[in-house]
T-cell receptor, first 117, second 110 residues
Framework: GAVVSQHPSRVICKSGTSVKIECRSL??????MFWYRQFPKQSLMLMAT?????????EQGVEKDKFLINHASLTLSTLTVTSAHPEDSSFYIC?????????????FGSGTQLSVL | GESVGLHLPTLSVQEGDNSIINCAYS??????FIWYKQESGKGPQFIID?????DKRQGQRVTVLLNKTVKHLSLQIAATQPGDSAVYFC?????????FGSGTKLNVKP
């Protein structure tokens, strides 16, 4: 299957700092990537859709100024959690599809565990 | 997003038995579904998918059934093994986005 790489796998930061998470498609190009958030023992919640060369689209209730997304190339999307607070602590996962459109198999990165102190 | 829910939060089975994990979806317009397996601290792993023009699809030891009439999906795992222990999610494609159900934890007893 297609490989999606996510970095870092774990980050601990102080409250008020910003954290950047990278998501790369290693063996395919992805015009669209998706960012999910997962709390312990809960499901994945779609946060936003990252579109190469254009603005990301955010799900209802997700603050776009809080979670900045940049999709500068066909193989890289970044999520920046700005001014992180303890309630932002969560497991963040990116995903992408190697298909021509987004109604194809979706592959996931290994996730980033963010802990805000 | 649309609601995709599961009937059973935890399922315990004996090694070697068959497992059945269920999922209900709410959007009758959804035309593509995927089952994922997630182990602790890892990203979801693709298991099997099915499109709405099918009612059954088989993979290696896994079968997905789709009942569009009642908007229900199931994942059948044959001869369940300890390595199958994980949380299983169904995902529904709605307007080219995937929304996840609440998940079922599968415990395989040796």
């Amino acid at each position: 299957g297609a490989v999606v790489s996510q970095h870092p796998s774990r980050v601990i930061c102080k409250s008020g700092t910003s954290v950047k998470i990278e998501c790369r498609s290693l063996d395919f190009q992805a015009t669209t990537m998706f960012w999910y958030r997962q709390f312990p023992k809960q499901s994945l919640m779609l946060m936003a859709t990252s579109n190469e060369g254009s603005k990301a689209t955010y799900e209802q209730g997700v603050e776009k100024d809080k979670f900045l997304i940049n999709h500068a190339s066909l193989t890289l999307s970044t999520l920046t959690v700005t001014s992180a607070h303890p309630e932002d602590s969560s497991f963040y996962i990116c995903s992408a599809s190697p298909g021509a459109n987004t109604n194809e198999k979706l592959f996931f990165g290994s996730g980033t565990q963010l802990s805000v102190l | 997003g649309e609601s995709v829910g599961l009937h059973l939060p935890t399922l315990s089975v004996q090694e070697g038995d068959n497992s059945i994990i269920n999922c209900a979806y709410s959007n009758s317009a959804s035309d593509y579904f995927i089952w994922y397996k997630q182990e602790s601290g890892k990203g979801p792993q693709f298991i099997i998918d099915i499109r709405s023009n099918m009612d059954k699809r088989q993979g290696q030891r896994v079968t997905v059934l789709l009942n569009k009439t009642v908007k229900h999906l199931s994942l059948q795992i044959a001869a369940t093994q300890p390595g199958d222990s994980a949380v299983y999610f169904c995902a529904e494609n709605n307007f080219n986005k995937f929304y996840f159900g609440s998940g079922t934890k599968l415990n395989v007893k040796p």
